[in-house]
């Protein structure tokens, strides 16, 4: 990609962080992916834990809010506050800010956080800061992806057991797609 306009030494003032984001995909195409493995309508698994269902949000996890009239605006922004910026993903590097956000969303923010750490090589205190934020960003994001898909397939099947066991294809198909996406 050539950069017009920049010339001389004031080409090197172009902040990585803006060059970076023109690989970004953003919240909204996410969410979009997202919906396609959460569906769209009401729904009461008596083999799912977090009980009622819609959008992917359960009541279990929001006792406050009213599933069966969720609407996918309300949904959304319980994704945008809860998960996509409690992960920081607008501060990670695509396609990490997907990856850790759906790990959030499936497995749990402190999981998402301390496997993000993990494979990055720093502290895994579950606190995504400066020192998380700064690895992620001089990363190979790709094989930082990597690394996240497979541990989140592995875990997918160490908890397939009992009633759960029916879910096991879907989560691993779900995986796979994030894969596919984050390309």
């Given amino acids: 990609m050539r950069l017009h306009g920049l010339h001389g030494d004031r080409g090197i003032v172009v902040k990585l962080s803006i060059l970076k984001s023109l690989n970004m995909k953003t919240f909204d195409d996410y969410f979009e992916w997202l919906m396609k493995w959460e569906g769209e309508v009401f729904e009461n698994d008596p083999a799912d834990p977090g009980g009622a269902t819609k959008f992917g949000i359960d009541q279990r996890s929001h006792p406050l809010v009213n599933i069966r009239t969720l609407t996918r605006d309300q949904a959304k922004e319980i994704y945008r506050a809860e998960y996509w910026q409690a992960v920081k993903a607008d501060k990670l590097p695509w396609p990490l800010n997907w990856v850790v956000t759906d790990i959030a969303v499936n497995n749990g923010k402190s999981r998402a956080a301390k496997w993000l750490q993990e494979a990055l090589g720093v ?17 190979d994001a790709m094989t930082i992806r990597n690394r996240l898909l ?8 160490s908890i397939a057991q009992g009633a759960q066991a029916k879910f096991l294809k879907g989560w691993l198909n779900r995986n796979d797609s994030l894969r596919e996406v984050t390309v």
């Fill in 150 to 157: 497979t541990r989140r397939g592995y875990f997918y099947r």
């Fill in 123 to 139: 502290t895994a205190d579950g606190i995504l800061g400066t020192v998380t934020i700064g690895a992620a960003e001089r990363s």
